[in-house]
Structure formats: C-alpha cells, structure tokens
C-alpha cells in the first residue's frame, strides 16, 4: 500500500473541501452582510406608479433580487409594459421601466350612456373623456369579435410606420365592417381581420404623394380688393383639396379666414390695393410657418383703342419691366383659356410681350375686352403643406376694337 499517495489524495480533498467551504461561507456572509442590503433604488421613468412592491426591497441583500420580485409590481401597474432591474452594487438598484403606448381613443357608442376610452399598446384600457390627438375608433354597433383590439393595435403600429398623423386617421366598426377615413380620403376595410396587411395599403396610398398648399394673395384693380387665398391639396397639386382638421390653425394677418366650401380654399378680403399680407399655419405637431406673400409690382394696359389679329404686334405694359419669378399674362375677351403666350421667367428685364397672329385666330372682329395678369412667385416657409406662395396682380380690363390689316 502506498500511503505517501493516500496522504496526498487526502490532502487534496482536504483543500477542495476547505475551499468550497469558504465559498460557501463568504457567499453567506456577502448575502447577510448589511454592506449589501439595498438602501437605494432610482427608477428611469419616474412617472406615477405604485412603488410600493419595489420599495418593500429594502433591507434585501442585493444578490437575492431577481425578476421574481416584480409580479406584484406589473399587477398594481397595468399600463406598465415592461421593467427591468440593473442592480449597481454595493446597495442600488436602478429600475428601468416603459409604460404601455397609447394607441386609440376608442368612442363605444353600444351602451347607454357611451363610454370613452384609451387603448395601450399591451391592450390596457383607461377610461378618459377627451381624445388627445390619437386615431380614433367609433363603435357603433357590435358585438366585438375576439381580438378585435388586438387588431387594432397592429393596425396603428403598422400606420405609423409611414409618415401619416395618425391623429388625422378616424375609424368606425359598424358591427360588421370597419371603416377608416383621412380627409376627403376613404377606406373599405371589411371585416376587423389582417388589419395590419390593410394599414400598409392605407400607409401607402396616403403617403404616395405629400400633402400640398398654395397660398395667393390676388389684387383685383376692377374691383379694388385684395384677396387673401390657401388651398390645401393630398396626392399634389391637381389632388384632392383638403379642409383643415380643428386641431390645426390657419391665420390671415392674425385673423381666421372663412372657409369656402364651394372652391375648397380659405380666403379674407381685403378692400383696396395690399400688397403684402402675413400668412400663418399651425400643423398638428404645433410645428409654425410664418410666410409673408407679396404682390411685387403692379402692372396696366397702356392707352389703347385697337389691335391687329394678322399681323404681329409688339403690347407694353404701363409697369415695371420683368424681374426674377415674374410672369405676365395678356388676357383676351377676360378667358384666361384664351390667355397670349406669357413672358415666361427668362425673359427677365423685357416690359412687354408679341401678339403674333395665331394667338387672336379663334376671336371674331369687334369689341374685345383686354387685361394684363402678373404673377410672382414668393418663396416660402413650410414642410409638404404650405410650400407655394403666389402675388397676383391683375389689372382693369380695357375696351378696344380688334380689326384685320
């Protein structure tokens, strides 16, 4: 038998044994000691909640703490939709939490009296009275088919993935079909199902082209006013024309305008000659675009009593010549479909126009009524809304005879 190896086995099982036993004990001592207790705790998002679940940490050893704790947290904090624990030794713990997106102020129309509501994006709900700029969902028949919030949830999270305010998207669920409405733009959308397949469709078709203003100010010598005009367009300049949402505001020199149903513009008038007016949009996002539009020069038919239709014709204007995105129309018969070739923007410095023959080809002989219109174009201040800005001046109209050579 060799003890000399026996002793040395022993010896080995001796130190392992030794070493696991002081593992063990400063383990222990490190979980019992007071140097490790939790005494702080800072939270990231300090919103109201109730702490309490997590404040009971206290006086904890620190290596203890886990994600066993927090059950009773997440039930007395519903809107909570996720939290974690950093723990900063020797005794803080740093809670990290992130409350539930708000997805839709939802309208249940169903009951007596309706009840109104938020919905979260982890499907908590919280009764409100006021929509605070969320899309928003009527119901106004049912009954609800299971799931059916749910699908709402990925129908705004899908939506606003395009550059959509989703605050301008209104829906409505009919007991059958759901519908979703944006402006003058409308949506089929079927029964409340695959509702994120469909939000791309809508998120693609309302983001195709951006939405699209002018602004004018027309200066009218016949009638001696000034008009004040902004349209509001989606899919460009020839769209749809838009009314503003109530959450959105449009100045004229510090005063609304009316709107005009018929022509789908927002005007004030002006009595006299004003060459420049302050113009002032307040978007959704309460973002600002101040634009002072100008008429740059104005302009008048010279004294004139005829015009040759065959033969070509150099027409002044009484005004300043051309200047830089400028452009002058002479207007025959007051049709603007029947408007001479314009001096276009290169033409800067010219201070009249060539009638040649074939522009007069389609008028009788006779009594004609003439008029000049100038238009500048005013840059401008403004994202996709807002982005062109035109002076306009348009000139008395003139009686003159149009006869052949």
Not at 153 to 173: G, P
Not at 357 to 371: A, F, K, M, Q
Not at 375 to 396: E, R
């Amino acid at each position: 038998m060799n003890y000399g190896e026996i002793e040395r086995q022993t010896f080995k099982t001796f130190l392992a044994f030794a070493g696991l036993l002081i593992a063990t004990m400063l383990i222990f001592l490190n979980i019992t000691s007071n140097f490790y207790r939790v005494s702080n705790i800072a939270y990231t998002n300090d919103t109201d909640l109730n702490k309490t679940s997590l404040e009971n940490l206290k006086g904890t050893s620190i290596w203890l703490v886990d994600d066993t704790y927090l059950d009773s947290f997440y039930s007395a904090n519903p809107l909570v939709e996720r939290i974690s624990i950093i723990k900063e030794l020797p005794n803080t713990l740093v809670i990290d939490v992130s409350i539930s997106e708000k997805i839709a102020y939802i309208q249940d129309n169903r009951q007596s009296p309706p009840r109104a509501f938020v919905l979260h994006k982890n499907l908590y709900i919280d009764d409100v009275e006021t929509n605070t700029g969320l899309l928003s969902v009527k119901i106004s028949n049912g009954p609800l088919r299971e799931g059916f919030y749910e699908e709402i949830v990925t129908f705004v999270m899908t939506l606003k993935k395009y550059s959509i305010n989703i605050s301008n998207v209104d829906m409505e669920f009919d007991g059958t079909s759901i519908f979703a409405t944006h402006f003058n733009s409308n949506f089929d959308l079927g029964d409340p199902s695959d509702l994120a397949r469909k939000a791309s469709v809508v998120g693609y078709y309302l983001t195709e082209e951006p939405c699209n203003g002018e602004i004018r100010l027309v200066y009218s010598e016949e009638l001696d006013s000034t008009y004040s005009r902004v349209t509001f367009k989606h899919n460009g300049k020839y769209g749809t024309s838009l009314k503003l949402s109530s959450k959105s505001l449009l100045t004229i020199d510090g005063n609304i305008p009316y709107f005009n149903a018929g022509f789908m513009w927002y005007q004030s008038v002006f009595n006299g000659f004003n060459s420049s007016v302050e113009f002032s949009y307040v978007d959704l996002d309460d973002n600002t675009y101040d634009n002072t539009i100008q008429i740059l020069n104005p302009i008048e038919v010279p004294n004139i009593d005829t015009i040759y239709k065959d033969s070509t014709l150099y027409f002044p204007w009484v005004g300043n010549p051309i200047e830089e995105n400028e452009v002058v129309w002479l207007v025959v018969d007051g049709d603007l479909e029947n408007k001479i070739p314009y001096i276009s923007i290169d033409s800067v410095g010219n201070n009249g126009l060539y009638i040649v023959p074939d522009s007069l080809s389609s008028l009788s002989l006779g009594e004609v009524s003439i008029h000049f219109e100038r238009w500048y174009q005013n840059s401008v201040d403004g994202n996709s809304v807002g982005s062109m800005g035109y002076g306009h001046y348009i000139s008395k109209k003139r009686q003159v005879r149009l006869v052949s050579n």
